[in-house]
């Protein structure tokens, strides 16, 4: 994906242009459009599934690290690292399922979805093909070609109805086609990356016997974790290391604020029923 970073917005981001390889001829046509190239295509595929894995790494780590580090830091001031303990890890695997249940869903949901717009499209094509060519010129209208120029690519691609088709689904729809294999991969890679993140902060529960200094050890773990995650979550995405900074600081302030108003609740609650 390719970004666009400056000084005064280092979030800013660009969305992915599609290539389109064009050869210019001297026969009958004068522009023949052809698809990429099969090693292109794998890598882009290739590419596009490393960003989706990316991307349910980091909802995945970064759920995981901040909601089962807020309900233990809540149950800590209880005393008891059992209950830390039997409640961390009841969350944890719930919290797991739940999280590759979502992405599961949230994948087959979208895989449907495309199909059935595709399969809408490819109808439109077929009975009302007057209508679907002057989308094509919408959209190239939009790219600032005019109809005149475009008239030889618009005729070119109308002769492939299947192109036609993911032409309109690519740039009038703007939907990307969805990977067979994605909702299981995404499912996996979201659950067991939500549960990676929620044991980190629970080691010392396991290790130390008092549940005081176990917190503090969990707490200076987990802020080390989070600056660490949120840098690294951001320049990945942005090569920027103004935006990994800020990145850092802001996955920490929301793991911070979640861990303190859990403690405070629960806190506040036990000492009322004392």
């Known amino acids: 994906m390719t970004h666009l970073t400056n000084e005064t917005s280092p979030l800013l981001q660009v969305e992915p242009a599609i290539e389109r390889s064009i ?42 690290l901040t909601v089962p580090f807020a309900l233990t830091a809540g149950l800590s001031s209880l005393g008891s690292a059992k209950v830390v303990i039997i409640a ?50 919408d959209v190239l209208e939009k790219y600032s070609v005019s109809r005149g120029a475009a008239a030889p690519l618009v005729d070119e691609l109308c002769k492939n109805p299947q192109e036609w088709v993911r032409f309109m689904m690519d740039f009038e729809l703007k939907l990307e086609k969805p990977n067979v294999h994605r909702a299981w991969i995404s499912a996996v890679t979201m659950g067991l990356s939500y549960f990676i993140g929620g044991l980190i902060p629970m080691i010392p529960y396991f290790v130390m016997d008092r549940v005081r200094e176990a917190l503090f050890v969990s707490i200076g773990i987990t802020v080390a974790v989070l600056l660490v995650f949120g840098y690294v979550k951001n320049y990945v995405a942005i090569r920027n290391h103004r935006a990994g900074v800020w990145g850092a600081v802001q996955t920490l302030v929301i793991g911070m604020l979640a861990a303190g108003t859990s403690y405070a609740i629960v806190r506040g609650l036990d000492s009322k029923d004392a």
């Open 23 to 64: 050869s210019y001829q001297s026969n009958h046509t004068p522009y023949d459009v052809r698809p990429l190239h099969p090693q292109q295509c794998k890598h882009e595929e290739c590419h596009l599934d490393y960003s989706d894995i990316l991307r349910d790494i980091i909802i995945g780590f970064s759920d995981g």
């Open 88 to 137: 961390g890890l009841a969350e944890l695997f719930s919290g797991m399922i739940s999280m590759g249940l979502g992405a599961y869903l949230a994948a087959v949901t979208e895989r449907d979805a495309y199909h059935s717009q595709e399969g809408k499209k490819t109808f439109a094509v077929k009975n009302r093909p007057a209508d679907e060519r002057t989308g094509v010129y």
